[in-house]
């Protein structure tokens, strides 16, 4: 697969949380996936400086990914909160 299609379904996954993020004033963005299949996303709004942002980072949205498109071996955030 290549990387756009692997983008669009990482979107498609990323569509089921969304609306959790959008309530609370946030939202998540893909900035690339990387070579060795980590997904790198943006925070946006609200969740950029929300200390759950890890939680929502681990349950919610690597969960999703990984559950839609399993080639994806993680998820980590280029801004926000840092993930350890």
Do not use: F
């Not at 349950?59 to 399993?70: D, R, T, W, Y």
């Amino acid at each position: 697969m290549n990387k756009t299609e692997l983008i669009k379904k990482v979107n498609l996954a990323l569509d089921t949380v969304r609306p959790h993020l959008e309530a609370d004033g946030g939202n998540v963005e893909i900035v690339d996936i990387t070579n060795d299949m980590k997904v790198q996303v943006r925070w946006l709004g609200t969740c950029e400086s929300c200390n759950m942002s890890v939680m929502t980072m681990r349950a919610g949205l690597e969960q999703a990914i990984k559950n839609h498109v399993p080639e994806i071996l993680g998820v980590e955030a280029v801004n926000g909160v840092t993930v350890a």
